[in-house]
């Protein structure tokens, strides 16, 4: 009974972060709408839009740009493309602004986007809340726990004998700690990962990058780079302490993988 009350608290504290993300993120009526509504006017945010959109643009700091959380208004219009009328609000006549996620203003809890531009947090917020959720749960069970949010998945206290097992395209990987995230290009309806200078989906040779870093957020930082790279992803990759796996595009062509992926630790 005690571990079935376990799971059930640590399944609350997942749902709950899921619901605080949807009060946020839901078309219209969540809290970023509101921000977006202001049309560049800096509006005062909860916690965790303010912790989330500070995530995002650490990540896009950190990637040099290539995490862009400002991808929303290209993603809208991939998905519109061929459709019999323009994207209300997205029309030619005002042109984005160029700087992307640096016209983003974050002081305090006061956030500004441009009118011409929208926040799509996707890529690092449930990597953080993954990751926040893990940390939670461990924190109050005293044991070992793995979250999996989507392709974010998260770890946190001890890790059981041969690692965590995570299913990653078909294959099985043992996560023995830090965090995983997988970065894909395959969705045709404006959801998956674009190149930001293109506003197209990258050309790279295979489907998704997975990669483990010592925290989910960096793990799906470094994913969402080295998949926008193409094919300078994997050599990029292997600069950093983190392991990585890309997934080809048929099923004859072997998985290729790299970093400290046969090492103890991960």
């Known amino acids: 009974m005690a571990g079935a009350r376990r799971t059930t608290a640590a399944r609350r504290v997942v749902t709950g972060a899921l619901a605080a993300l949807d009060r946020i993120t839901a078309p219209g009526r969540g809290e970023l709408a509101r921000v977006h509504r202001a049309a560049g006017r800096p509006v005062p945010v909860g916690p965790l839009l303010r912790d989330l959109v500070a995530v995002a643009l650490d990540a896009a700091r950190a990637s040099d740009g290539v995490c862009d959380p400002t991808i929303g208004a290209a993603r809208i219009r991939l998905a519109a493309r061929g459709g019999p009328f323009p994207v209300c609000g997205f029309g030619t006549g005002v042109p984005p602004p160029a700087d992307g996620w640096r016209a983003v203003s974050l002081h305090g809890d006061r956030l500004a986007v441009p009118p011409t531009l929208l926040l799509v947090l996707g890529g690092t917020a449930t990597a953080y809340l993954a990751q926040r959720c893990a940390t939670r749960i461990a924190e109050r069970s005293a044991g070992g726990v793995l979250v999996a949010i989507g392709s974010r998945v998260a770890t946190a206290g001890p890790v059981p004998p041969g690692g965590w097992p995570v299913p990653v395209g078909g294959r099985t990987i043992r996560l023995r700690g830090g ?10 309806d404006g959801d998956g990962v674009l190149d930001p ?22 793990a799906a930082t470094l994913a969402v780079t080295a998949l926008v790279r193409g094919a300078d992803g994997p050599g990029w990759l292997a600069g950093h302490d983190c392991s990585w796996w890309i997934d080809p595009d048929r099923a004859d062509v072997p998985l290729a993988s790299g970093g400290r992926a046969s090492r103890p630790g991960w």
């Open 179 to 188: 965090g995983l995230a997988t970065a894909s290009a395959s969705r045709p």
């Open 197 to 218: 200078h293109s506003n197209q989906a990258p050309d790279l040779p295979g489907t998704a990058v997975t990669v483990i870093a010592p925290d989910t957020v960096r």
